[in-house]
């Protein structure tokens, strides 16, 4: 039986709570299943907006980019202060970027925000967050890096490799206006909020996504759910969803 593992997200809070506790996998293993819109419905509305807002974000984010390539045959400035040049390439669709593991019989699918083609003809994946990176962003960390490695195991397997680095590219609200012009902060069509960019290198560790990929099919496998890691938020919700549906 093919088993298909989207929404990244769910999954990877999955993985990382495998990981973190061994003796105490979640349970929410199954808000990954295709089609099953159990972690949107569990959703408050104001949630989904939010998320949406974000994703705005991430999205003219990436066009700015591409868009700067196409006029200056480069990258914007930024990119050259982290030291990273390269050509965007054109992002796949879901459908496209995804891969079967034959010894999980899994298929996992997920799109990165953007992968660069490098001057030596590598790749690097990047995932746009924004964020401020702060103590909080760095315990998300883990999770981010299983992300990426999912992206980049992917890529490698589809059109994009061999993938030589990944990264966050953290874009930061400067929502302080300190010594700027105030003019520079309004216009005549409303105002004018600056987004620093700062870049967190992920270390891609191909093995760490087929151990990831075996432990969800072993926990899949089982006749019943596991017991849930204490405190689970996530398994909280599930359940209440679960009780309001029985």
């Not at 980019?65 to 914007?76: A, D, G, T």
């Not at 459908?95 to 997920?110: C, P």
């Not at 990165?112 to 990047?126: C, G, M, N, T, W």
């Not at 760095?138 to 589809?158: F, G, K, S």
Request: proline letters at 8%; glycine letters at 4%.
């Amino acid at each position: 039986m093919l088993w298909a593992l989207s929404g990244f997200r769910s999954y990877l809070r999955l993985c990382q709570s495998i990981l973190a506790a061994p003796g105490h996998p979640t349970s929410n293993l199954y808000l990954s299943r295709p089609k099953q819109s159990a972690t949107v419905a569990s959703q408050p509305a104001c949630l989904r907006r939010l998320c949406s807002f974000f994703a705005s974000i991430d999205a003219y984010t990436k066009k700015v980019v591409h868009q700067y390539f196409e006029k200056y045959n480069s990258l914007p400035v930024c990119f050259a202060n982290f030291g990273v040049f390269g050509k965007p390439m054109k992002i796949p669709s879901p459908k496209q970027f995804k891969i079967i593991d034959r010894d999980t019989d899994i298929m996992l699918t997920g799109v990165p925000d953007e992968i660069l083609l490098k001057p030596d003809a590598s790749y690097f994946v990047i995932d746009y967050k924004t964020a401020r990176f702060t103590k909080t962003q760095d315990q998300l960390l883990p999770m981010y890096t299983v992300q990426l490695n999912a992206y980049a195991y992917i890529a490698e397997r589809t059109c994009y490799g061999p993938v030589s680095q990944l990264g966050l590219v953290y874009c930061e609200p400067i929502t302080e206006v300190g010594d700027r012009p105030i003019e520079t902060c309004t216009g005549d069509k409303g105002f004018s909020l600056d987004f620093w960019a700062k870049l967190v290198n992920v270390a891609y560790t191909p093995d760490s996504v087929k151990a990831y990929l075996k432990i969800a099919r072993q926990i899949h496998s089982l006749p019943q759910p596991p017991e849930s890691t204490p405190g689970c938020s996530n398994c909280k919700s599930l359940d209440n969803l679960v009780s309001l549906l029985s």
